[in-house]
């Protein structure tokens, strides 16, 4: 609308036009908290997938470090019934 438009309105009209815009106006800020809530929660499982994923790879490191202590103690085991078969056959 230009100027001139807005001049020949009536004070009623006036008002009704900022009536408008100030629902407009609420309406887009509950839309920008709703987005900024989504957008919250977001950031919240990001951080979250970023510790699991953290953990994910200590966990790992856990896994790796009891198969390589449960192999060692394998091969200590065999090595050992080895040893005693040998002395035995001696």
């Known amino acids: ?3 001139r438009e807005l001049k020949r309105l009536s004070r009623m009209e006036l008002l009704g036009l900022l009536i408008e815009q100030m629902k407009e106006n609420e ?3 509950e839309r920008i908290d709703t987005l900024e809530k ?3 929660e977001r950031r919240i499982i990001i951080d979250e997938s970023g510790s699991l994923a ?3 790879l200590r966990l790992s490191g856990i896994f790796e470090a ?3 202590a449960a192999r060692e103690y394998l091969y200590n085991i065999k090595h050992s019934s080895t040893q005693k078969y040998n002395k035995e056959d001696n």
Do not use: F, G
Request: hydrophobic fraction near 35%; charged fraction near 40%; aromatic fraction near 0%.
């Open 38 to 40: 989504q957008l919250e």
């Open 54 to 56: 953290e953990a994910s």
């Open 27 to 29: 309406r887009l800020q």
């Open 1 to 3: 609308m230009t100027d």
């Open 66 to 68: 009891a198969d390589k």
